[in-house]
C-alpha cells in the first residue's frame, strides 16, 4: 500500500485534486452538460428533423466515409513509414522523422489552403491528375489524411522498436520465408498499435473542420461535412439544431474515444505478455 | 545513396529484406509523404513569395495582420499557463496519490481530445452567448464574451486542455514517490520539495507539453471561428485572418500569413526535436490517449493544430 503511505507524507492532495476537479468541471464538463441539456429542450420530432434531414445525412456519410477512407490509407502508409523508420537507413532519416509530427504542428487552415492550391486544377499536382480531387468528397480524403497522417507512424514505431530480433532468426531458422515472417511473427505484434493508431486517425478526421472546408468545395448533399452542417445551422441562429446535429456527433466520438481507450489497454497487455 | 543495414551483420542474414525491397519500401514511403508533406510545406512558401518580397513583408505589416498576430500571441500567452498550472495540479494528484474514481478523471482530461474544433466552440456560444445561460446577465453588466476576445481565450484554453497534463501524468507516475518523500521527511516545506525536487525532475516534460499546447493555441481555427465574430483587427486570430484573406482571393496575402503560422510550427518541431534528443527518448511523440497501461513514460501527446 505504497500510495496510502504516500497520502500521509506528500502535501498538496486535496488542493491539487481539488484544483484540477474545479478547473476541468468550469472549463469542459460544465459546458458541455450545457450542450446535451439544450439539446433536451427540444421536443423529439424537433431533434430527428435536425440530425436525421437529407443534407445532414449526406454529411454523415461523407464525415464517416472520408475519415475511414483517411484511415485506412494512413494505416497502410503509416506502417510503411514506420518500417522505413526503423528498420533501414537511408540520408535524412532524422529530418524526416522530425517532419512526420507536421500536421499536428501546422495549423489546420495553413493545410487547408496548401492543399487546396497543389490539388486544384492548375495546382503543382492537380494539373497532371485526369480527374478532380480539389473542390470533391476526393479532397476531403486527402485533406483528413493529412491530418491523422503522424498517428499510426506514431503508435507502431516504439511497438516495432522493443521488437525482439530473436523471434524473426528463430522463424528464419525454422525455415520461414522473410514474407512468411512478417506475416505470421512481426505483423501479429504490431496488430494492436497500428489498430490504434489507426482508431486516433478517424477519432480526429471525423470532428476535423479547418482543413477540410477549404478543398472540399461545400457543396450541399455532396461535399458538406457534418462540423459545418453545426456551423451554418449556427449563422442561421438555429442554436437548438447546431446543438442537436453537436449531440449526434458528441456521441460517436465518445463511443470512439471508449473504444480508443480499450485498445490501449489490449495493446497494453499484449506488449506486457509479449 | 546506398542502404546501409542496421542489424548486425549476422542477423541481417536472416532478418532483413534483399537490398531491391529496402528500396522499393524506402521509395514508396518517401514518395506517399512527399506528396502529402514535404509538397504542401514548399507550397506554403512558394505562394506567399509568388509576387514578390514586397507584397509578401505588406501583407504581414498591414494593420490588420498585425493586430491578428497580436490576438494570435495573446491567446495562447494566456491559454498556456491556465493549462499549465491546472496540468501540473492533475499530474500531482494522479501520480502520486492513490483515489477512487482516478482513471475515470484521467479519461475526462482527454474529452476535448475527442470533441469536434466546432463544438468546442458551439459549447461556450450555449453558455455564454446572448441566448446562452448567462447571455442576459452578461448583456446587463456590458460584458461581452462570445465574438469577443474572452470567447476566442476560453476556446483555445479547451481544444489545447489535455496537452501538458497528458505530458506529465506518465512521467510522474514513473518517477514515483521516493524522492518527493525523502525532502518532505529531511524537513522541507511543501513549495521547496515542489522547486527543488519535482520541477527539476519533470522540466522537459514540461516543457515538451508546453510546446505542444502552444503550437496547438496559436493553430486552432474551428473552435476560434466560432466564438469569433470574424471582426477584423478586433477578434481575428492569424489562421482566422488567413481564411478572410483566402475567401477575397488575396492569395499572395493569405499565403503570407500561412507561411507566420508555418515558420511558428516547424520552430515548435524543431524544439520538440530537441527535446526527444535531451531526454533520449527515441521517440516522445505518441499521439493524444497514448498513456494506458504498459506505455512509456514521457511519451508524448500530439494533436494537430
Avoid at chain 2, 169 to 178: K, N, R
Avoid at chain 2, 179 to 207: C, D
Avoid at chain 2, 217 to 241: C, D, K
Wanted: charged share 10%.
Amino acid at each position: 500500500m505504497a500510495g496510502t503511505g504516500a497520502r500521509y507524507v506528500l502535501p498538496g492532495f486535496r488542493l491539487a485534486l481539488g484544483y484540477a476537479l474545479l478547473y476541468l468541471g468550469l472549463i469542459v464538463l460544465i459546458p458541455l452538460a450545457a450542450t446535451f441539456l439544450k439539446a433536451f429542450t427540444l421536443s423529439w420530432d424537433a431533434f430527428w428533423a435536425a440530425v436525421a434531414s437529407p443534407r445532414v445525412l449526406a454529411t454523415y456519410r461523407l464525415t464517416f466515409g472520408a475519415a475511414l477512407l483517411g484511415a485506412v490509407i494512413n494505416a497502410v502508409f503509416g506502417l510503411l513509414v514506420a518500417w522505413v523508420l526503423v528498420r533501414y537507413a537511408f540520408p535524412g532519416k532524422r529530418l524526416v522523422d522530425a517532419l512526420v509530427d507536421l500536421p499536428f504542428a501546422l495549423p489546420t487552415a495553413v493545410a487547408g489552403i496548401a492543399l487546396t492550391a497543389l490539388y486544384a486544377g492548375n495546382g503543382w499536382i492537380g494539373q497532371y491528375l485526369p480527374f478532380k480531387v480539389a473542390f470533391t468528397p476526393l479532397g476531403v480524403v486527402v485533406a483528413l489524411t493529412f491530418i491523422g497522417l503522424p498517428f499510426v507512424v506514431r503508435t507502431v514505431q516504439p511497438v516495432l522498436e522493443d521488437l525482439e530480433h530473436d523471434v524473426e532468426e528463430a522463424a528464419a531458422v525454422l525455415g520461414a520465408s522473410r514474407w512468411q515472417t512478417f506475416r505470421r511473427v512481426i505483423f501479429p505484434a504490431l496488430a494492436p498499435a497500428l489498430l490504434t493508431g489507426f482508431t486516433m486517425a478517424f477519432a480526429r478526421a471525423v470532428g476535423e473542420y479547418g482543413s477540410v472546408i477549404f478543398i472540399a468545395g461545400n457543396v450541399p448533399m455532396v461535399s458538406e461535412i457534418t462540423p459545418l452542417i453545426i456551423i451554418s445551422k449556427l449563422e442561421q441562429y438555429d442554436y437548438a439544431g447546431a446543438t442537436a446535429v453537436a449531440v449526434v456527433m458528441l456521441v460517436l466520438s465518445f463511443a470512439l474515444l471508449l473504444l480508443i481507450n480499450l485498445l490501449q489497454w489490449w495493446s497494453g497487455r499484449r506488449r506486457i505478455a509479449a | 545513396m546506398s542502404t546501409v543495414i542496421l542489424s548486425p551483420p549476422l542477423v541481417s542474414e536472416t532478418t532483413t529484406e534483399p537490398r531491391w525491397v529496402q528500396r522499393t519500401l524506402i521509395a514508396v514511403a518517401l514518395a506517399f509523404l512527399t506528396l502529402f508533406l514535404f509538397v504542401p510545406l514548399l507550397a506554403v512558401f512558394a505562394e506567399a513569395l509568388k509576387k514578390g518580397l514586397g507584397v509578401y513583408w505588406a501583407a504581414l505589416v498591414e494593420p490588420d495582420a498585425r493586430a491578428a498576430i497580436q490576438l494570435t500571441f495573446l491567446a495562447a500567452a494566456v491559454a498556456v499557463p491556465f493549462n499549465l498550472v491546472f496540468g501540473v495540479a492533475a499530474a500531482w494528484a494522479i501520480a502520486k496519490f492513490e483515489f477512487r474514481g482516478k482513471s475515470v478523471l484521467t479519461t475526462l482530461i482527454d474529452l476535448p481530445f475527442a470533441v469536434s474544433p466546432v463544438i468546442a466552440g458551439l459549447v461556450y456560444v450555449l453558455v455564454f452567448g446572448a441566448h446562452g445561460w448567462f447571455g442576459p446577465w452578461l448583456a446587463e453588466h456590458d460584458l461581452k464574451v462570445i465574438f469577443a476576445v474572452p470567447g476566442i481565450v476560453l476556446a483555445t484554453v479547451f481544444v489545447t486542455f489535455p496537452f501538458i497534463a497528458r505530458e506529465l501524468i506518465p512521467l510522474m507516475q514513473a518517477q514515483g514517490t521516493e524522492e518527493e518523500e525523502a525532502a518532505i521527511v529531511l524537513g522541507a516545506s511543501g513549495w521547496q520539495m515542489f522547486w527543488r525536487v519535482t520541477l527539476p525532475n519533470i522540466k522537459w516534460g514540461l516543457l515538451y507539453g508546453v510546446i505542444l499546447c502552444t503550437a496547438r493555441a496559436m493553430g486552432e481555427f474551428g473552435a476560434v471561428s466560432v466564438v469569433s465574430g470574424h471582426i477584423r483587427g478586433l477578434t481575428n486570430t492569424l489562421p482566422l485572418h488567413v481564411e478572410i484573406l483566402y475567401n477575397e482571393y488575396n492569395f499572395a496575402a493569405a499565403f503570407a500569413c500561412a507561411s507566420v503560422l508555418t515558420l511558428l510550427a516547424l520552430v515548435m518541431l524543431a524544439v520538440k526535436t530537441f527535446i526527444e534528443w535531451q531526454t533520449r527518448h527515441p521517440h516522445p511523440a505518441a499521439p493524444p490517449a497514448a498513456t494506458a497501461a504498459g506505455d512509456t513514460p514521457g511519451r508524448a501527446v500530439g494533436d494537430p493544430a
